[in-house]
């Protein structure tokens, strides 16, 4: 059973919408979260991490972070097509800090 | 500064046969990892190593061996591929154990036959 869980769409967003993306864990002891965009055939970019409960804010992005019902999720406002492509996220699984990732959510953006 | 870079972009194998896949980074990084990526699958860690001169195993390490060559060098090898083994390969590294702003290499495509 993986650990962390994605819904892997395709999630479509008309243009200048917001995109919604939610992520669960199983982990309690999981402590942090990172957000990695991935364009098809590329290799995975962070666009952010959340370490506490609550929002986070860096520019379009927002993600949410919710320890007691173990999710976090992406929030990506007035999307662009170039917002298109798979996030990732992923939870730290031990104290050494490794990641586990899940499938990922495809987003596809249309004018 | 050209980040992580891995050889070779892509290589096809035929079942048995043995190959290295390259990894290096210029970022002066202590931890360097390997990932698979298959198709709804996500990343999975294969091995990773916290510093030089150390290794360990990581979700799915069977198959595999790596080296930790120097710092800037963590490679992966591959005795006897298998058709299972068909995947596309990352190298990423941070900066320290625990610091998981992880930075990609741009993969390996690897076909076994």
């Known amino acids: 059973q993986k650990e962390v869980e994605q819904n892997s769409g395709p999630l479509s967003v008309p243009e200048g919408a917001i995109a919604s993306l939610n992520c669960t864990y199983s982990?309690?002891?999981?402590?942090?979260f990172f957000w990695y965009r991935q364009y098809s055939g590329k290799s995975p970019e962070l666009i952010m991490f959340i370490y506490s409960n609550g929002d986070k804010e860096d520019g379009r992005f927002t993600a949410q972070l919710n320890k007691a019902s173990q999710y976090v999720s992406l929030l990506i406002r007035d999307s662009q097509p170039s917002d298109s492509a798979t996030y990732l996220c992923g939870g730290t699984t031990d104290s050494w800090g490794k990641l586990q990732f899940g499938a990922g959510t495809q987003v596809v953006v249309t004018p | 500064n050209a980040g992580v870079t891995q050889t070779p972009k892509f290589q096809v194998l035929k079942t048995g046969q043995s190959m290295t896949l390259q990894c290096a980074q210029d970022m002066n990084h202590n931890s360097m990892y390997w990932y698979r990526q298959d198709p709804g699958m996500g990343l999975r860690l294969i091995y990773y190593s916290a510093s030089e001169g150390t290794t360990d195993k990581g979700e799915v390490p069977n198959g595999y061996n790596v080296s930790r060559l120097n710092k800037r060098e963590f490679s992966l090898r591959l005795e006897s591929a298998a058709p299972s083994q068909t995947s596309v390969y990352f190298c990423?590294?941070?900066?320290?154990?625990?610091?998981?702003?992880?930075?990609f290499g741009p993969g390996t495509r690897l076909t076994v036959l």
């Open positions: 990423a590294s941070s900066e320290e154990r625990g610091n998981n702003e992880q930075f």
């Open positions: 982990d309690r002891g999981s402590q942090s």
